[in-house]
């Protein structure tokens, strides 16, 4: 056979692909604990590893599946574009780690009369296999199946399998997605029985007509079969129909609605779930079923902070049924097929699925021009379109995928058009998707990558930069768009979705987007999770591979809980005249939620109720509803929740919900304390160092905060220039202590070392009887030229025996200027360290908004806060710089000192570390300011 480490050739000796399906034929499940053995490189593998009585007895022990890095072999390497190789296509280098499996194993006689094949799920990056000693081939394309014929090399008694993986292949240069590189069996091996006449292959056409309800189903076999579909009134009739059904239920997302049957062929049967629908671009937007969809989605990597991209199948059914409890309908599989597993749960549990090919070459772009590419060299056809034909073979009778994916960045070029051809021969009835097409010669959508808000309100309007051709640009301006990534959610983010939202919503061209990304790829190490550069990679992108809205352990984090409160799929207003019900689901009515509703009164209920849901069918106008009470001194909540337990959460969960906060808020209730003695100042500086008997230091103005991804990376890092400006490194200066009447003035300069830029800050100090008031006056001094701020606020630290905190204020989690929708008026108790965001790589995090008051208590009673009306609150067992030196978040150790935050402002989140800077509403700039708080010491605890 042909040296699989020096062609342009995808594998030899291989089965056609097929649809994966699972039938009642024998079949050995040949995962488990493999002989293995890891080599340097390709020359230095052991020869003859294919002959049965071969001596591995020497060799480790390697599950399968697995990848050979996180067990104890070589390292993971992390890179975002680079190859980790040199570009040489289709070479690649010597020092190829090569890693050797064997495993034996027994059939029993049945099998004797039967067909066998081999079936490899998943192999990183090219493999060869051996049975008994006979080779049968090879493949790369490491997410996509590979089958072998072994009737006849398969027999009953002992068997010996032999599997050479090499970690960089020719096939390499088609993987280079953003991900880290992870080599040897991943996924499942399994060795199947065919028996004479059984199905090699099917493709079920389940079509839905959504003016008569009607239905129709065919079955192309591979061989002559019988199907049965009880509910449809199918009994043991010719597989292949058509049969036209006079009315069915639909599959969608919403309502995934499968209907169970069977086929029969050469004695054996075929479960099949069939999802009746229809996906067309037509009149402009995207319709399934002849109704416009809006993809609330996220694009979704496989990873485990353990194993990689070895998934079981809890895993994937906890990945969907968290995107479903945060009101997420769509799933963009980046950048490659996933386990099949994966799909039947999004068929069984509801998720509109874009399908992508294993496909990337992004590193070609780092040449300048995509010098070399492989996707214009005709050299590469056979090995794109293999690809792209195990792809589709395989997923094709998945009602969930809607939508096929050419690949991810991997420019332009003819084998591309070739596998578009392709796919729209073998299944015209799904769309195509590839978003390096900007002219869409070969696609059916429009698509785009971190688009500003500004992009895409003109996209929407089908005002784009239009192309040189007339008749392309009138084909492009008439396809739906789609944002295939954008609110990149790497660290302390992504700000600014809700604007995002309110423009999908606001143009029917616009068909949604997917986020980037679902999962953060932390591998898990002691103490931390490890990202770039934690392994010795000779090229890495550091942490950029730790930009999902969930942790490595699947923790939610507050990106995604904004992104639930942002896609609601019914949205509740508190309008002057009303409760405003808005339906925004594309199918479902709203039957089975139900309405409730609470007042509260610094935290606690006081009334709460039911409220009557009308039937308001998807695409209706919205309802309004009385107010179900007079009472407005408190916040009033409504809530739209499960009426019955669903597959993906149970009855009670809250879909939606919405506030109507008084204006004023209420003047706080009496608590426990005592009246303060006078506050105890430091003449030299200044600065408050008693408050009665509690200990403090400060508080005094803070502009920085330790910068958050979206702060420090991209293509204009503005952390850049506030640590060029020197917002890290403050001094203060007293300019005067005075008193004017009974109100104590601090007056000061704050300003970084090497400028003249500075803030003139004076502090009023007022004691009111019920503790001292702050009142804290900034102001600009020297040309800021609309520099913008971190953060303005003030500093201060506690005794280290602080441990908790209660306030009344936005919450439970943290919340930012563009990102605080998901956080709603309460009252609050946490722990001190629960106030932490654990982002992988350390930075800002935990501020609390829109704080009425706080107590921060410990054993020895504590400090008790009140804003006038309204400030934001951090408390941390670390500095900001703490936070900014912390590499990984064991390194944050517990001072000696509470440090806390009171803040005026911060500056907004965005999403610039890959995207879009923070909306001008939502950046600090340096401004005249005053703000006031009331500091009292609460009694002891």
């Known amino acids: 056979m042909t040296d699989p480490l020096t062609t342009f050739s995808p594998g030899e000796g291989r089965r056609p692909p097929r649809a994966a399906f699972r039938s009642d034929a024998p079949r050995l499940i040949l995962d488990g604990d493999w002989r293995f053995r890891l080599s340097p490189s390709t020359a230095e593998a052991p020869t003859g590893i294919e002959r049965p009585d071969f001596d591995d007895s020497g060799w480790d022990e390697l599950p399968v599946p697995a990848h050979w890095q996180l067990h104890g072999h070589g390292a993971p390497i992390y890179t975002n574009i680079a190859y980790p190789f040199p570009l040489d296509p289709p070479y690649v280098p010597d020092d190829n780690p090569t890693g050797d499996y064997r495993r034996a194993f027994d059939l029993p006689e049945e099998w004797g009369d039967l067909g066998a094949v081999l079936r490899f799920d998943g192999v990183d990056s090219c493999f060869t296999a051996w049975l008994n000693g006979q080779e049968l081939g090879w493949s790369t394309g490491s997410r996509l199946p590979t089958e072998f014929d072994v009737t006849g090399i398969a027999r009953p008694g002992r068997n010996v399998l032999a599997v050479r993986v090499h970690q960089w292949s020719p096939g390499s240069y088609l993987e280079d997605q953003d991900m880290w590189w992870l080599s040897g069996i991943f996924r499942s091996v399994t060795l199947l029985a065919r028996a004479l006449g059984a199905l090699d292959d099917y493709f079920v056409h389940a079509d839905f007509d959504h003016t008569t309800g009607r239905g129709t189903l065919r079955v192309d076999t591979s061989a002559p079969a019988r199907l049965t579909v009880e509910e449809l009134g199918l009994r043991d009739v010719p597989a292949q129909g058509p049969y036209d059904l006079a009315a069915v239920e639909p599959w969608t997302a919403e309502t995934p609605r499968l209907y169970a049957g069977e086929l029969r062929a050469g004695g054996e049967t075929t ?103 492989p996707s214009d060299d005709p050299r590469w056809r056979e090995a794109y379109l293999d690809r792209m034909q195990r792809t589709v073979e395989r997923d094709k009778n998945h009602p969930s995928v809607v939508m096929w994916s050419l690949g991810n960045e991997a420019g332009d070029g003819c084998n591309l058009q070739a596998m578009a051809e392709w796919a729209k021969r073998r299944d015209p009835d799904r769309p195509l998707h590839y978003e390096h097409d900007w002219d869409s010669r070969y696609t059916d959508v429009y698509s785009r990558m971190y688009t500003s808000h500004e992009e895409l309100d003109a996209i929407g309007r089908r005002a784009e930069e239009p192309l040189a051709d007339p008749v392309a640009d009138a084909r492009r301006c008439g396809m739906p768009a789609v944002v295939v990534e954008y609110a990149h959610a790497m660290g302390n983010g992504p700000g600014g979705l809700a604007e995002y939202q309110r423009l999908f919503e606001k143009y029917e061209r616009c068909m949604g987007g997917f986020v980037w990304e679902w999962i953060d790829h932390g591998l898990r190490q002691d103490g931390h999770f490890a990202y770039g550069g934690d392994f010795g990679e000779e090229l890495h992108d550091g942490n950029f591979v730790c930009d999902g809205l969930v942790f490595p352990d699947r923790t939610p984090s507050p990106g995604l809980a904004e992104y639930k409160k942002v896609v609601e799929p019914v949205r509740i207003t508190m309008a002057p005249d009303g409760i405003e019900i808005a339906n925004l689901h594309d199918f479902r009515g709203l039957s089975h939620l139900v309405l409730t509703w609470c007042v509260e009164h610094e935290g606690e209920e006081t009334a709460s109720g039911d409220l009557p849901l009308p039937a308001i069918p998807a695409g209706s106008p919205p309802a309004l509803l009385p107010y179900p009470t007079a009472d407005t001194t408190g916040p009033l909540t409504v809530s739209a929740r499960l009426a019955k337990d669903e597959p993906w959460a149970p009855a009670g969960h809250e879909v939606a919900w919405a506030q109507r906060i008084p204006e ?173 965001t654990p982002y992988v790589f350390p930075q800002e995090n935990g501020s609390r908004a829109d704080v009425h008051w706080a107590e921060l208590t410990g054993p020895q009673g504590g400090l008790r806060l009140t804003g006038a009306p309204t400030c934001h609150l951090t408390a941390r067992r670390w500095t900001s710089e703490d936070l900014d030196t912390a590499r990984h978040t064991d390194e944050l150790r517990p001072a000696d000192a509470v440090h806390v935050n009171i803040d005026l402002a911060q500056h907004g989140l965005g999403s610039a570390a890959c995207g879009p800077r923070v909306l001008p509403n939502h950046r600090l700039t340096a401004r005249s300011a005053a703000f006031a708080v009331t500091l009292s010491e609460t009694a002891d605890g």
Not at 303 to 317: A, I, K, N, Y
Not at 324 to 351: M, Q, W
Not at 352 to 361: G, R
Not at 762 to 780: K, M
């Open 271 to 373: 479960p099949l779930r069939i999802g009746f629908r229809s996906v067309a671009v037509e009149d402009g937007p995207l319709k399934v079923n002849g109704r416009p969809v809006l993809l609330r989605g996220v694009n979704r990597h496989e990873f485990h902070p353990d194993h990689g991209r070895v998934l079981d199948e809890e895993t994937m059914r906890e990945d969907i049924v968290l995107m479903k409890r945060h009101n997420i309908n769509a799933v963009r599989t980046s950048h490659y097929p996933p386990d099949s597993r994966f799909l039947e749960l999004c068929d069984e549990l509801g998720l509109w699925v874009m399908l992508e090919c294993d496909l990337e070459t992004h590193g070609f772009s780092l040449t300048g021009d995509w010098r070399g590419n």
């Open 664 to 836: 004023p808020i209420p003047a706080r209730r009496p608590t426990r304390g005592t009246r303060p003695d006078p506050g105890l100042f430091d003449t030299r500086t200044g600065r408050l160092t008693r408050l009665g008997d509690l200990p403090v230091t400060g508080p005094r103005l803070d502009l920085w905060r330790a910068p958050i991804d979206n702060d420090r990376l991209g293509h204009d890092p503005v952390a850049d220039t506030w640590r060029r400006i020197g917002l890290d490194r403050l001094h203060h200066r007293l300019l005067g202590m005075d008193t004017e009447d009974d109100t104590l003035v601090v007056r000061t300069r704050v300003a970084p070392a090497a400028t003249d830029l500075g803030m003139y800050a004076t502090y009023r100090w007022q004691d009111t009887g019920e503790g001292l008031r702050l009142t804290a006056e900034i102001e600009p001094d020297g040309d800021w030229q609309d520099i913008s701020l971190p953060r303005l606020g003030l500093r201060m630290s506690l005794p280290a025996w602080i441990d908790h905190v209660t306030w009344y204020g936005l919450g439970p989690g943290e919340a930012y200027p563009d990102s605080r929708l998901a956080a709603r008026l309460g009252r609050y108790s946490s722990t001190v360290d629960a106030l932490q």
